[in-house]
């Protein structure tokens, strides 16, 4: 049996919680697809958590809450049910710990939009079984390709990685007059400016055109591209892309379907979904 796909959600902003877009339709019919299929949970990193020094964390509150979402009517995602699953965050822990990472629980993580976000959008009838794992905010790229290629065995076993960040995300470049004046984050009044035409279209090249360790070659090295800081400007948001490019990078990965892109979304003029 292939292993279970790995996905790399740009979530953009906290307003898509509350808005439909052709991002959303395409994570639900992700979410179909893997119920289909019959997923044993989900494995996530996310783009708003991250540890000090050198140390990450698996988050295992039983009983997650979750951080506020701006922009967003409470009604779209407070009632929404989270199911952390706390056996395959301690198998989580494990196998970094062997791995030689400063690895510990979290029993007191929320969860923060850029995760549950998906999964509502993903899972509307019911969140399977989900792990969270954070950053380091060293944001070393190589690092945390290493934390998804840790993980990657169980990928074999069923289970879904997601990591979701930004294609590119940086809130200081984005146009905010419509969002403020009118609530309308998908405002085009002028199109995207080319510094992010050019980074996300290197994104996409990468991820399209790249398998295996190639692909790993590939993400990691667009933090040297000459748009990077323009489309990011704090590293956060593309650690999440590292994350699944170790989890869909090893040799065995050059034999499966590549990657493509499903759907995408623009909002605030510069920032893509």
């Known amino acids: 049996?292939?292993?279970?796909?790995?996905?790399?959600?740009?979530?953009?902003?906290?307003?898509?919680?509350?808005?439909?877009?052709?991002?959303?339709d395409y994570w639900k019919a992700c979410g179909d697809e893997a119920l289909a299929n019959g997923i044993k949970g989900v494995?996530?990193?996310?783009?708003h958590w991250d540890c000090l020094g050198d140390r990450i964390e698996v988050a295992t509150n039983p009983s997650p809450g979750k951080s506020p979402v701006a922009y967003v009517h409470p009604s779209k995602y407070v009632n929404y049910q989270l199911v952390p699953d706390l056996n395959s965050a301690d198998r989580c822990i494990s196998m970094l710990k062997d791995s030689g990472f400063d690895v510990g629980a979290n029993p007191k993580f929320e969860w923060i939009h850029d995760t549950y976000l998906i999964l509502i959008r993903m899972f509307p009838a019911g969140c399977p079984p989900t792990t969270i794992v954070s950053m380091n905010a060293r944001f070393d790229p190589h690092f945390h390709l290493r934390v998804g290629s840790t993980l990657r065995p169980l990928r074999n076993e069923g289970y879904l990685f997601i990591g979701t960040g930004g294609a590119v995300h940086n809130l200081y470049r984005n146009v905010w007059a419509p969002m403020l004046k009118y609530r309308d984050n998908f405002a085009q009044e002028t199109a995207p400016e080319g510094w992010a035409l050019e980074f996300r279209q290197s994104v996409e090249d990468c991820m399209t055109q790249n398998r295996g360790p190639a692909l790993r070659r590939a993400i990691t090295r667009l933090m040297k591209h000459p748009q990077y800081r323009d489309a990011h400007a704090t590293d956060d948001h593309f650690m999440s892309a590292c994350f699944v490019?170790?989890?869909?990078?090893?040799?065995?990965?050059?034999?499966e379907e590549g990657g493509r892109l499903g759907a995408e979304t623009w909002e605030l003029t510069n920032m893509v979904s």
């Open 245 to 255: 490019a170790g989890a869909a990078g090893d040799w065995e990965d050059e034999q």
């Open 43 to 47: 494995i996530m990193m996310g783009a």
């Open 1 to 24: 049996m292939a292993p279970t796909p790995v996905h790399f959600f740009s979530h953009g902003s906290t307003m898509m919680l509350g808005e439909e877009s052709e991002s959303a």
